[in-house]
Nanobody
């Protein structure tokens, strides 16, 4: 069983940067792909980025490519999402998730962290 706990959300101004963290624990979490998603009010959950177990391979949604950076500290079992040039439309609840294989569905989810960007 994998547990995921996000932190680092909050209220920021447009143009600011923010870094989210997700601490992963349980079992063989080091072997899992870790990703970030977000869900804005009234919208479906949106994939943002994923990093593989090695931390060397990443993939991003086109909507955030160039502004968001995913990274992974293998020793700390923590995945990060660095967000820059934030805009009000980035306001959402941000979730981290884990899956064992890249072809699996996302099996484990954190509780979410609210990010609010004011104009």
């Amino acid at each position: 069983q994998v547990q995921l706990v996000e932190s680092g959300g909050g209220l920021v101004q447009a143009g600011d940067s923010l870094r989210l963290s997700c601490a992963a624990s349980g079992g063989t979490v080091a072997m899992f792909n870790l990703g970030w998603f977000r869900q804005a009010p009234g919208k479906e959950r949106e994939f943002l980025a994923v990093v593989d177990p090695s931390g060397r391979n990443t993939r991003y949604a086109d909507s955030v490519k160039g502004r968001f950076t995913i990274s992974r500290n293998i020793a700390l079992n923590t995945v990060y999402l660095r967000m820059s040039s934030l805009q009000p439309e980035d306001t959402a609840v941000y979730y981290c998730a884990a899956r064992f294989r890249a072809t699996d569905s996302w099996q484990y989810w954190g509780q979410g962290s609210q990010v609010t960007v004011s104009s």
